[in-house]
């Protein structure tokens, strides 16, 4: 396939993977941030490539891992009214609250649907003003443009009839709670190519500078993967702590300023709570007070949960990169895709199920 | 009364960690052989059904006489017809879709599943379940497909059901088939007949229908329209075992795709198989779209392709044939069956790394085939 074949070439590969050997002479930290990068290392044996010298740390940046159990909880009994049409990404029908999961939900008779873009609810809102539209707003930056559009669109349409539970999450100040941690093992980081096309990359700078990282924007292909690592070894052989662009393809350092204009009239930064991590300030996107009455969990007056993990699950340590998923005793036993105890199992982009699905033997 | 008490006692709810049935129950990934094995392979149990083949086979005697005597029964013994007999019930949505419809569908899948155990089909039955306002326009259109499908099939449709349930108890049109085919030949086609050695052949590019269905039900718009490989697969079949193929294997990739048929496989074979994704065909539109969606085409549900696992030997010859046949003109080696183990199957990825190809766990597409 054009434009993606390119970046599967196993021979480049090679090619590349060799050149990373000749660069490293010690062994180095690599934090990939994004989910979608994580699942394409384990599903094209990328890191079975590089030298043993490199350990790759699998990140937080699954929006599906992260959004706490509280929040899908809420989903669930949003979802379980009779009057809602719940509408959702379909990786989220299959996270598992602390009782049940949004496809049970569904098959006990909720009218449960999967879009492809929050703007479809919209139109579902439209189309049946009798019901109450709700969408589950999750993801990081790269999804949430969109989400902010359905809601901008909403309200010059004046429907009343559609909300949004938001869990929306941000990078940088992921990145920030990570490095401050005082077990921090992370060298440099690979940044996430589709955040960054939306966002850009200014406001890594003031990151790379202040913890003396190399961030790295990096694709998601796995040519794109290795050359980020090359050149985050590059960066840290020759002592540079500096942000580069390596997915120029899609990104520049200003990014998408359209979406950005949009999330900034929509949502407000917000401290948000990221499963098996813990509440990090300002690292979330709440509505801004002009859009309010769009919140589901005012809407539908929700109770403040509060809800413990497992004790057994070790995912944030795997978050953090202390753990690898074969290091829990419950991985591929008493925890599995079907069975999630916790974050990094639930989602396919989740480092756990991406060893479970391609390395568990 | 104590009769009951001990029905339940010994009978405990299979599958107690889902209350309800879910989608992904028929979806053709884990959950689906989950409630296969632990509800209706626990309950009706026996020696045909326990293969797990696509189709049963079984044996009937000649009619007429009694076997009291044992040189009647020798002679009867010698008169033993070997059939294979399939169901398979159709609800695709849309009912017309590109590359087919639902009548094609009922006809073509219920002939593969006969193919996959090497027989010729003979008959089929035909049970529709009708919702109340479905244009009898649509009905007509559906029906004449199925005929047009017989036809071409070689198939006679010898009995039938007629059904109309109230609106909103139905989706429009449900068709049941019921496939009877008659064994011509001496191999035995069976998954727990592989054995390590052996080449997997597949017939042609994969992921053609599902994407086909995804497209037309998601309403997405790609540059052409990708167009189900929904056909019948049994005359490519026969072509090989009367070329003499030592066929050990044969299985069609509908739900679950690939990736399902090979680990069902390596489970009741007790192998690891290994095959590679460069040598897997993949049509570019069908990757594209679900690159786009984020599906695997290795994942994704096929209704006119199946893989065949043959002796080693036999190998070059096999793939001869089946690129000899429409239906299978690109048909490809893509791995073989590495030794008798725990069941595994790995992919070779394109980066040359190695890795497991792992069954679906829930569901891929709603309501396919």
Redesign the interface.
């Known amino acids: 396939m054009k434009f993606l074949d390119e970046y599967r070439d196993g021979e480049l590969a090679q090619k590349l993977a060799a050149e990373i050997h000749r660069a490293t002479t010690r062994p180095r930290t690599i934090m990939e941030v994004c989910g979608g990068q994580t699942h394409a290392i384990v599903k094209f044996g990328i890191d079975e490539l590089l030298p043993e010298k490199i350990t790759l740390i699998h990140g937080p940046g699954c929006p599906v891992c992260v959004t706490p159990l509280e929040v899908i909880d809420q989903a669930l009994e949003i979802a379980a009214r009779p009057e809602v049409i719940f509408t959702s990404f379909g990786d989220m029908l299959r996270v598992p609250g602390s009782t049940t999961d949004l496809l049970a939900v569904k098959a006990k008779g909720s009218d449960v649907r999967i879009v492809y873009s929050p703007l479809d609810a919209v139109k579902l809102a439209e189309e049946n003003p009798a019901r109450e539209v709700v969408f589950f707003g999750v993801g990081f930056e790269t999804t949430a443009p969109a989400t902010a559009m359905a809601v901008f669109q909403a309200a010059q349409k004046g429907l009343e009839n559609f909300s949004m539970l938001i869990s929306h999450v941000l990078v940088p100040p992921a990145i920030e709670a990570l490095m401050s941690s005082p077990d921090c093992r992370v060298q440099a980081f690979l940044a996430a190519g589709h955040v960054c096309a939306v966002m850009g990359y200014e406001e890594y700078f003031p990151l790379a500078k202040k913890y003396r990282v190399p961030i790295v924007v990096t694709g998601f292909e796995p040519l794109d993967i290795l050359h980020g690592i090359l050149m985050a070894v590059q960066q840290l052989e020759s002592g540079r702590a500096e942000v580069e662009n390596q997915y120029a393809r899609a990104v520049t350092r200003a990014g998408n300023q359209p979406a950005q204009d949009l999330i900034k009239k929509v949502f407000k930064v917000v401290p948000r709570k990221w499963r098996g991590i813990g509440e990090i300030p300002q690292s979330g996107l709440g509505l801004r007070e002009a859009y309010a009455t769009f919140d589901a969990a005012r809407k539908f007056r929700l109770a403040d949960h509060r809800v413990e993990e497992p004790a057994e699950c070790i995912a944030g340590l795997i978050l953090q990169g202390l753990k690898k998923p074969h290091d829990c005793p419950a991985f591929g036993t008493r925890c599995t895709p079907e069975h999630p105890l916790g974050a990094t199992m639930v989602s396919s982009e989740g480092a756990c199920a991406a060893y479970y699905r391609y390395r568990r033997h | 009364m104590e009769n009951n008490l001990n029905f339940t006692a010994s009978c405990p709810l299979p599958i107690s ?8 129950h028929g979806g053709g990934g ?2 689906m052989h989950k409630l296969l094995e632990e509800v209706f392979g626990r309950a009706f149990s026996n020696p045909i059904l326990d293969t797990r083949h696509d189709s049963a086979q079984f044996t009937i005697p000649s009619c007429g006489g009694d076997a009291s005597s044992p040189s009647q029964t020798a002679t009867r013994a010698s008169q033993l017809h070997k059939l294979a007999m399939t169901t398979d019930s159709y609800v695709v949505r849309p009912i017309f879709f590109p590359g087919g419809d639902i009548g094609s569908l009922a006809v073509h899948g219920t002939v593969n599943d006969l193919a996959m155990s090497g027989a010729r089909p003979l008959y089929l039955s035909c049970g529709f379940i009708i919702e109340e306002g479905l244009p009898m326009e649509t009905l007509w259109r559906v029906v004449c497909s199925m005929r047009d499908a017989a036809k071409k099939c070689g198939v006679q449709i010898i009995t039938g059901d007629t059904k109309v349930v109230d609106k909103g108890k139905g989706d429009g049109l449900f068709i049941n088939t019921t496939g009877i085919g008659v064994i011509e030949h001496g191999q035995k086609i069976a998954p727990q007949n592989v054995r390590p050695g052996d080449a997997v052949l597949v017939s042609g590019d994969l992921g053609r229908h599902g994407m086909a269905i995804m497209a037309v039900r ?1 309403g997405l718009q790609f540059e052409s329209t990708i167009e189900s490989d929904s056909t019948p697969v049994h005359e490519a079949v026969l072509n090989l075992i009367e070329a003499g193929i030592e066929i050990h294997c044969l299985r069609d990739l509908t739900r679950g795709g690939l990736a399902s048929a090979l680990n069902e496989i390596a489970e009741a074979a007790g192998v690891k198989i290994a095959v590679e994704q ?1 040598l897997i065909p993949v049509r ?1 539109d069908v ?2 779209a679900c ?1 786009m969606l984020g599906l695997d085409p290795l994942h994704v549900a096929n209704e006119g392709r199946f893989i065949a696992f043959v002796a080693a030997r036999d190998a070059d010859c096999a793939l001869q044939i089946l690129r000899g046949c429409e239906v299978s003109s690109g048909a490809a080696l893509i791995g073989k069956v590495v030794e008798k183990s725990a069941p ?1 199957v790995t992919l070779k ?8 190809l ?1 069954m679906p ?2 569901e891929q597409l709603p309501r396919i085939c």
């Open positions: 960690q889902y209350p309800h049935v879910l989608m992904a884990r959950l998601e460069t570019e990757h594209a690159e595994l990825s394109a980066l040359g790394v190695g890795r497991i792992d766990s829930g």
